[in-house]
């Protein structure tokens, strides 16, 4: 006779479910899921621990919870209220409480792809060559990448600067990828590495044709910035567009492993160009002429110059007129794009005032990125208040020619010195009051090309 330990039943073996369970295909609760209250962008911590560790979804009230053992949150949820299909946020594998066996099914892989969607690199090239609307699971159309993202208190600032880098393919493309950056190495506990994840998990979702719903929350990317800038940006507080754009593509940069000088990424590829910067030191205004004079001969005060890289292009605004038309109404002027872009064409000489000393500096650009970036100066600072510009900048949106901003050593390395607009960030209203938004250009849609987005609605306009 041969004697042996009497094998326990199936789902209970070695106090785990048993992969080959024969409920695993024949669960009777898939029916309980309901897909209209789940909502995966927010951050996956258990809504009674507040712990990330191996937190589930419930797919029939769309809460996170810890674990699925006995006495767990997980299990004692699917007890209490009789939810029975659980989805592991890590793992992506969908379980059966408090029966604790898995769930096999290929009906659950929408689930799936919303909560981490993929892209291969054949549906990326077709991104911008394939124009369809997608419905979402509640029935609403939207175009992938054109979808409204959540306000969740004064972070609108933020979302219109995430929307337009969304919009600019070489960029997107590379994010849409997540196995571009996943082998990175950094240093242990580097919190920085946080915003690439973060900002391609948010990629991701912003071009996932398969969303539940026709807009995206930016709740783990907003609080990586708040993590990241250490409380510089925040969702409760309304920030600066343009700082928060230089911030965020310099901590993108170093994150991915970038350096100032040797090493480059893909935000470098994309966006960093160079120019000449001269500099001038001027005498003070109330010493006599003789002095001036001498003091100009000096080598201090000889122009200097130096390399520089760049991000984004500020242009300056012409100063808004303090009176009234005869109407009693404000003039608020009107300037053309390439007025204000003279400043670059390395013979525009303006004065920059410090506490101590004045300096005439000029421009010249040697190289362009091939995106390019223009922020337009609109708020000024003092010791009380700060003002906004109103003047109206009136720019082509397409065909824009910079090849007689380049120095003429370097034209002709330049092939193509034309551009086109895909994006325009607006601010409305007041400058401490006020709010961003932003229109884009979808590339392959003829009727209607661009989208305008506030903070959850957008619009399309001719």
Known sequence: ?????????????????????????????????????????FEKLCSISLSHINVYACLVCGKYFQGRGLKSHAYIHSVQFSHHVFLNLHTLKFYCLPDNYEIIDSSLEDITYVLKPTFT???????????????A?????????????NNIKANDYANAVLQALSNVPPLRNY????ENYKSIQRPPGDIMFLLVQRFGELMRKLWNPRNFKAHVSPHEMLQAVVLCSKKNFQITKQGDGVDFLSWFLNALHSALGGTKKKKKTIVTDVFQGSMRIFTKKLPHPDLPAEEKAQLLQ????????????????????????????EKEQLIIPQVPLFSILAKFNGATEKE??????NFLKRFQLTKLP???????????????????????????ITNVDLREYLSEEVQAAHANTTYDLIANIVHDGKPSEGSYRIHV????????????????LIKGVN
Not at 22 to 31: A, E, F, G, N
Not at 383 to 391: H, L, S
Not at 447 to 454: D, K, Q
């Open 1 to 41: 006779l041969i004697l042996g330990v009497p094998t326990p039943p199936p789902a209970v073996r070695y106090g785990r479910f048993d992969p080959e369970d024969q409920r695993s295909r024949h669960c009777p609760y898939l029916d309980t899921i309901n897909k209209s209250v789940l909502d995966f962008d």
């Open 121 to 135: 690199a054949q549906q990326i090239t077709n991104l911008d060559k394939q124009a369809k609307l997608s419905r």
């Open 137 to 149: 699971y509640d029935g609403t159309t939207y175009l992938p990448g054109i979808v409204g993202l």
């Open 175 to 178: 994010f849409l990828e997540e």
């Open 298 to 325: 000096n080598t201090e005060y000889q122009e200097m110059m130096v390399e520089s890289t760049f991000m984004y292009l500020t242009l300056d605004l012409p100063t808004a007129p303090l009176y009234k038309d």
């Open 352 to 357: 920059y005032k410090t506490y101590k000393e």
């Open 370 to 396: 091939p995106y390019l970036i223009f922020c337009i100066k609109r708020f000024t600072k003092n010791n009380f208040f700060v003002e906004k510009n109103p003047t109206i900048v009136n720019f082509p």
């Open 441 to 456: 250009l979808h590339h392959v849609s003829v009727a209607c090309p661009w989208g305008r987005g506030g903070v959850l």
